[in-house]
């Protein structure tokens, strides 16, 4: 059973700076993108940032310059340093991976974590 686990989320003041981490744990024959992706109150889950396994990222406009996504392959974890914060970053964020857990997957399959909750101040 794959899991995703969360961590790093709270609160913090217009400016200020968090790191997510996201740990996948179970069995699995292969893990392709990873990546966050937020949800505010009413309104839509939305990308925020991913990552392949070779390590190309992609960004939502909203955080590029601001939002940096990293992957440690050896420990299948996903981090996000969230700088220069702003009220409109809060939402619960969410780590997604696309895994294929047996050699009989013709598809990757998305997982998703319980969610951890970033609320910034102004």
């Known amino acids: 059973q794959v899991q995703l686990v969360e961590s790093g989320g709270g609160l913090v003041q217009t400016g200020g700076s968090l790191r997510l981490s996201c740990a996948l744990s179970?069995?699995?024959?292969?893990?392709?993108?990873m990546g966050w992706y937020r949800q505010a109150p009413g309104k839509q889950r939305e990308l925020v940032a991913d990552?392949?396994?070779?390590?190309?990222?992609n960004y939502a406009d909203s955080v590029k310059g601001r939002f940096t996504i990293s992957r440690d392959n050896a420990k299948n974890t996903v981090h996000l340093q969230m700088n220069s914060l702003k009220p409109e970053d809060t939402a619960v964020y969410f780590c997604?991976?696309?895994?294929?857990?047996?050699?009989?997957?013709?598809?990757?399959?998305?997982?998703w974590g319980q969610g951890t909750q970033v609320t910034v101040s102004s």
């Open positions: 179970g069995s699995t024959i292969a893990i392709n993108a």
């Open positions: 997604n991976a696309a895994v294929r857990t047996s050699y009989s997957d013709v598809y990757y399959r998305d997982y």
């Open positions: 990552i392949s396994s070779g390590r190309s990222t």
